[in-house]
């Protein structure tokens, strides 16, 4: 079973730097691509960034382009981002996504999120 | 970056009702396109893959079609369970892009 999960959320500072993370299991992770994708409160879904499997590639949303970065290590089966140079707008709820291979297709798997407040 | 316009951004409809809610590519996606719904505190869930291919487990009431730059989800008689809300994702190129959301009330 495909689970992801994610974690290092919290309550952080304007300015600040947190890195969230992903675990996953129940695939072969180095094998697809990940993303994280984000809801601030009471708003709408928003693609934050990407990553192809060997990590050879990523891309990001204008919005946090140059302060986030992803990363994965395919050794731990993890899935990175991390944020820097927070602001109050970054609030939101995180959310790691993948398609994989599945019977009759490609499913699609969501972590069940993890809460950032960008606040002083 | 491609962007998608989602109309409306909140209907409401009452038990039956056929409901339709539209995407719109600012250039052409192929058939590079997800549905999702969701609800209050949970992750989205996806009914619609490709434009128009459902979801397994997912009610045959859904259907997407569409190809190119526009797109519509359409639930055919809508169901107590259907009040969400919905999104768009184009996948055709990075950096995806969801649509703003159609919220579902009860009439």
């Known amino acids: 079973e495909v689970q992801l999960l994610e974690s290092g959320g919290g309550l952080v500072q304007p300015g600040g730097s947190l890195r969230l993370s992903c675990a996953a299991s129940g695939f072969t992770f180095s094998s697809y691509a990940m993303s994280w994708v984000r809801q601030a409160p009471g708003k709408g879904l928003e693609w934050v960034s990407a990553?192809?499997?060997?990590?050879?590639?990523?891309y990001y949303a204008d919005s946090v382009k140059g302060r986030f970065t992803i990363s994965r290590d395919n050794s731990k089966n993890t899935l990175y981002l991390q944020m820097n140079s927070l602001r109050a707008e970054d609030t939101a709820v995180y959310y790691c996504?993948?398609?994989?291979?599945?019977?009759?297709?490609?499913?699609?798997?969501w972590g069940q999120g993890t809460l950032v407040t960008v606040s002083s | 970056d491609i962007q998608m316009t989602q109309s409306p951004s909140s209907l409401s409809a009452s038990v039956g009702d056929r409901v339709t809610i539209t995407c719109r590519a600012s250039?052409?996606?192929?058939?590079?396109l997800n549905w999702y719904q969701q609800k209050p505190g949970k992750a989205p869930k996806r009914l619609i893959y490709a434009a128009s291919s459902l979801e397994s487990g997912v009610p045959s009431r859904f259907s997407g079609s569409g190809s190119g730059t526009e797109f519509t989800l359409t639930i055919s008689s809508l169901q107590p369970e259907d009040f969400a809300t919905y999104y768009c994702?184009?996948?055709?190129?990075?950096?995806?892009?969801f649509g703003q959301g159609t919220k579902v009330e009860i009439q």
């Open positions: 990553i192809i499997g060997s990590g050879g590639s990523t």
């Open positions: 994702l184009q996948h055709n190129s990075y950096p995806g892009t």
């Open positions: 996504r993948t398609e994989v291979y599945c019977s009759g297709g490609r499913c699609d798997y």
């Open positions: 250039q052409g996606i192929r058939n590079d």
